[in-house]
T-cell receptor
Framework: KNEVEQSPQNLTAQEGEFITINCSYS?????LHWLQQHPGGGIVSLFM???GKKKHGRLIATINIQEKHSSLHITASHPRDSAVYIC?????????????FGEGTQLTVNP | DGGITQSPKYLFRKEGQNVTLSCEQN?????MYWYRQDPGQGLRLIYY???????QKGDIAEGYSVSREKKESFPLTVTSAQKNPTAFYLC???????????????FGDGTRLSIL
């Protein structure tokens, strides 16, 4: 079993829909990251959080440390949101600043 | 603008050849990382470096080598010992964390390596 599990693996939505991507992890962490990978391959960091909730524009990320679970929400989705969304955690047990990554969620938003 | 530059974007290798992927950053970051991405799998850490002239193996270091002679540069060599080198390679950098503090990692645009 992977240390970081994402669901769903693939998600197709219509423009304007509210989207939720989930991430569960099995280790104690010091931080959780949400990343966005566009079709060309480049990756952008969206959020880094260790508790509570963060919001940036139409994106909201939440984390529940006790349940070892995080969600990424996209409100009023748009075709330009189509990308792979990746959850990554930094375990308290690992040295340095290493991250462990989920397999990603492929999101497609249709016009 | 500050950022991470990976080159080339596409790279082809013949069987038995070593190839070197370039990664340069002008963010003044201490730590640099190399990841490999295969279809349907999460990013896996190959090597990382937290300081010049020092680096550590990640989870899949076999068949790869790195150097960190300058803070700005962290080249990755894919050697002929790597039996399945076809993949997408991503370089990243970050400030060093303090204690349990964390810093975000900044990623390059990647290099796609294929075997001829």
């Amino acid at each position: 079993k992977n240390e970081v599990e994402q669901s769903p693996q693939n998600l197709t939505a219509q423009e304007g829909e509210f989207i939720t991507i989930n991430c569960s992890y099995s280790v104690g962490i010091s931080a959780l990251h949400w990343l966005q990978q566009h079709p060309g391959g480049g990756i952008v960091s969206l959020f880094m959080l260790s508790s509570g909730k963060k919001k940036h524009g139409r994106l909201i990320a939440t984390i529940n440390i006790q349940e070892k679970h995080s969600s990424l929400h996209i409100t009023a989705s748009h075709p330009r949101d189509s990308a792979v969304y990746i959850c990554a955690v930094r375990s308290r047990e690992t040295s340095g600043s290493r991250l462990t990554f989920g397999e990603g969620t492929q999101l497609t938003v249709n016009p | 603008d500050g950022g991470i530059t990976q080159s080339p974007k596409y790279l082809f290798r013949k069987e038995g050849q070593n190839v070197t992927l370039s990664c340069e950053q002008n963010l003044n970051h201490d730590a640099m990382y190399w990841y490999r991405q295969d279809p349907g799998q999460g990013l896996r850490l190959i090597y990382y470096s937290q300081i010049v002239n020092d680096f550590q193996k990640g989870d899949i270091a076999e068949g790869y080598s790195v150097s960190r002679e300058k803070k700005e540069s962290f080249p990755l060599t894919v050697t002929s010992a790597q039996k399945n080198p076809t993949a997408f390679y991503l370089c990243a950098s970050s400030l060093l964390q303090q204690g349990y503090g964390n810093q975000p990692q900044h990623f390059g645009d990647g290099t796609r390596l294929s075997i001829l």
